[in-house]
């Protein structure tokens, strides 16, 4: 079974211009989440998607970032535009939906690699 | 809102030695607790994790962990790592019906031989 994928797995680009960074979850995965680590902090969760809808935003640090996830596959997240402060390693993860006793696979999270993205 | 502590930015263990990871939340309820890895140029791995019951949870790659409700702890261990082992771990909490995880800082192991 293949993993969690991102594309690129490094981006630099200058502050002002435009990124897309691209996730493929793993196949039958309803939830795809967004995650971030900036240089040295935690892992901050951005977003949460259940098919092509977003459940929960409330991470997402402004307007200049859109994430989408159109027909409910994979996921885009274009920062728009960038600033230096968006340096740091962009996250997705995957997971099944539904429970059983004792086990939510919801909260069970595959990651994928991640994206270095560096803004100059 | 929940949040996460790992103490030790760093440990360094010798190969074969005993290894123990702390990790402390912060949580109005039962959390659900998870450990993480991520060993150079990889993504974040599942270690294991604990949603109820038993409080010792045994994960991939001989880790166990405990959950110890009074302590507010979820401290990993492993009785005799391997270089391979070499990683940083990540220790996460997950609200009921919330299923963002919140994640510590993380700690960077090094074995050495």
């Known amino acids: 079974e293949a993993g969690v994928t991102q594309f690129p797995s490094h981006s630099v680009i200058e502050k002002g211009q435009t990124v897309t960074l691209r996730c493929d979850p793993i196949?039958?995965?309803?939830?795809l989440y967004w995650y971030r680590r900036v240089m040295g902090k935690e892992i901050k969760f951005l977003l949460h998607?259940?098919?092509?809808?977003?459940?929960?935003e409330s991470g997402m640090p402004n307007n200049r970032f859109l994430a989408e996830r159109t027909g409910g596959t994979y996921s885009t997240l274009k920062v728009q535009p960038a600033e230096l402060e968006d340096s740091g390693v962009y996250f997705c993860?995957?997971?099944?939906?539904?429970?059983?006793?004792?086990?939510?696979?919801?909260?069970?999270?595959?990651f994928g690699p991640g994206t270095r993205l560096t803004v100059t | 809102a929940q949040s996460v502590t790992q103490p030790d930015i760093h440990i360094t263990v010798s190969e074969g030695a005993s290894l123990e990871l702390r990790c402390n939340y912060s949580y109005g309820a039962t959390p659900y607790l998870f450990w993480y890895v991520q060993s150079p140029g990889q993504g974040l791995q599942l270690l294991l994790k604990y949603f109820s019951g038993d409080t010792l949870v045994q994960g991939i790659k001989g880790f166990e962990a405990e959950f110890k409700r009074s302590q507010s702890s979820f401290n990993l261990r492993k009785p005799s790592v391997h270089w391979s082992d070499a990683a940083e771990y990540f220790c996460a909490v997950g609200a009921v019906d919330d299923y963002k995880l919140s994640f510590g800082a993380g700690t960077t192991v090094t074995v050495r031989a």
């Open positions: 998607f259940v098919k092509e809808s977003k459940q929960d």
């Open positions: 196949s039958g995965h309803d939830n």
């Open positions: 993860a995957s997971s099944q939906e539904g429970r059983i006793p004792k086990r939510d696979y919801r909260y069970e999270q595959y």
